[in-house]
């Protein structure tokens, strides 16, 4: 009995879809810091957010 293994596909991205997630996170982040004047990055690790999204949070 023999299996044969595949590889997994690695999902490939449109410039513009990568460029649109940017805008979009940045107005999140602009929305966050009218409201509460900082982000308190604690608290959104406590709401479950990934930390993926919170390290390009603080990159952008």
Do not use: C, F, N
């Given at each position: 009995m023999s299996t044969t293994v595949t590889?997994?596909?690695k999902k490939a991205y449109s410039p513009a879809?990568?460029?649109a997630g940017d805008r979009l996170?940045?107005?999140?982040?602009?929305?966050?810091?009218?409201?509460?004047?900082?982000?308190?990055?604690?608290?959104?690790?406590?709401d479950g957010y990934s930390e993926t999204l919170i390290?390009?949070?603080q990159a952008i």
């Amino acid at each position: 009995m023999s299996t044969t293994v595949t590889a997994t596909k690695k999902k490939a991205y449109s410039p513009a879809s990568l460029e649109a997630g940017d805008r979009l996170l940045k107005a999140v982040k602009e929305k966050l810091l009218r409201e509460k004047g900082k982000i308190d990055y604690a608290s959104l690790r406590r709401d479950g957010y990934s930390e993926t999204l919170i390290a390009r949070l603080q990159a952008i």
